[in-house]
């Protein structure tokens, strides 16, 4: 099914990926030596022994990083502490790790607990992709507002701020500005440009070998090459080598049809 859709990504998600780890490492023992790549879409609740029992067959774990208050996490069964420490062990384990928070007017959106928030996800790597995206009112939740496309723009803004080097507005195309996009960290030429899941243009030279762009269907979405942008800036110049091995690495998103997603 994923090659009949060109996909080049495989990827176990709702519900909790992690409740069926067993069953999702079967399936990447299949999916990784026919070429694809694997990804947990995950709420970030692991532990030690099962990051351990994934990361031989999964290459990407995105986590959703629902609140810096352990109160709000309470409210929603888990455990603050919890989530932050997976974070540390996802990127010592060397998985590409995003992470992924969804900005509920009223729940996590003060601009203590958002800096919190970018401050801790730089605090582990400022490398670290970090996505922002907009909360709709749907089923039982409609107390909170909808999240404007200015709330996600503070977001993103206050991320920057901290340090984080590749930070995004989701779910609002259009509505917020250059926060789609992906711009050099160092010189701040734009190398991706985006409206919603469809990559527009892609302006980035190539060093080594063929450029890579590893998609999949939702949130986890990458770039990952030796590169560098135009022109050629100090930093692409001598670049520094990540915790994966590649020089350079970029999000790139994707439209719908690009990766295979499955649920259990």
């Excluded at 990447?28 to 609740?45: C, D, L, M």
């Excluded at 990458?222 to 050629?232: G, K, N, W, Y």
Aim: proline residues 5%; hydrophobic residues 40%; neutral net charge.
């Amino acid at each position: 099914m994923a090659r009949a859709y060109g996909a080049s990504m495989v990827g176990s998600s709702y519900n909790e990926p992690l409740i069926t780890a067993e069953w999702a490492v079967e399936v990447f023992k299949q999916a990784k030596p026919a070429g694809f790549r694997t990804a947990f879409i995950s709420n970030g609740n692991a532990t030690p022994q099962v990051l351990d029992y994934l990361r031989p067959w999964t290459d990407c774990y995105k986590i959703d990083l629902k609140s810096m208050s352990d109160r709000n996490y309470r409210q929603l069964g888990g455990v603050v502490d919890n989530i932050l420490d997976t974070v540390k062990m996802v990127r010592e384990r060397g998985f590409w790790e995003e992470i992924v928070t969804l900005v509920i007017p009223g729940f996590n959106d003060s601009e203590d607990e958002l800096k919190r928030a970018a401050e801790f996800i730089t605090s582990v790597s400022p490398d670290i992709p970090w996505h922002v995206t907009a909360f709709h009112q749907d089923y039982r939740m409609k107390d909170n507002a909808n999240t404007t496309a200015e709330q996600l723009v503070r977001a993103c803004e206050i991320g920057r701020a901290a340090g984080l080097r590749y930070v995004y507005a989701g779910n609002l195309p259009g509505r917020v500005g250059r926060w789609e996009n992906t711009f050099c960290p160092s010189c701040d030429e734009p190398l991706v440009e985006r409206y919603g899941y469809l990559i527009q243009k892609v302006k980035v030279t190539q060093r080594v070998s063929a450029l890579r762009v590893v998609r999949q269907f939702r949130y986890l979405v990458l770039i990952e090459a030796r590169t560098s942008c135009p022109p050629a800036c100090a930093q692409h110049a001598q670049p520094e080598t990540n915790h994966s091995g590649s020089t350079f690495a970029l999000r790139a998103q994707a439209d719908r049809t690009s990766a295979l997603q499955f649920t259990h």
